[in-house]
């Protein structure tokens, strides 16, 4: 239910109130099974995200047991598959450092390009950093 999210904290500001700056190994276990579920589920509906970063992750902190629940969000890049082509009227994402190289240089979107997007999200997450500085 989208209403029970609303006062919830985006990923990246939530990481900024914690002390490490990162997911606890507990916190990374449960979330990346829910983000790789949650991306799972837009390529089967026939879509790509194409926007993957901590920005537009989701997270509520359960009081009754301190786990965490991550959600995907900001599906306003998003567009249906293609045949090997980036459709014409996909925008740009609001976070190149997160796309996957082959997008970047004007290759089209698929599926592969929102996992590479989701594994520099999960790297970030439990690094504190980029994987790539340059």
Known sequence: MITSWQNQRDLLGFLK??????????????????LIMAVQEVHRAGYLHNDI??????????????????????????????????PSFVLKPTDPLFQAPEVLAGGPLSE???????????????????PFTS
């Not at 109130?17 to 829910?34: D, F, K, N, P, W």
């Not at 970063?53 to 890049?77: A, D, I």
Request: glycine fraction near 8%; charge should be neutral.
């Open 53 to 86: 970063h901590p920005s537009n992750l989701l997270v509520h902190r359960h009081k009754s047991n301190g786990t965490l629940t991550v959600k995907l969000g900001g599906f306003s890049q998003a567009c249906a598959k293609s045949d090997g082509e980036t």
């Open 112 to 130: 592969a390009s929102d996992v590479w997007s989701l594994g520099v999200t999960l790297y970030t997450l439990a690094c504190a950093r980029l």
């Open 17 to 34: 109130l914690c002390r490490a700056g990162y997911l606890t190994e507990q916190e990374m276990s449960s979330s990346v099974i829910e």
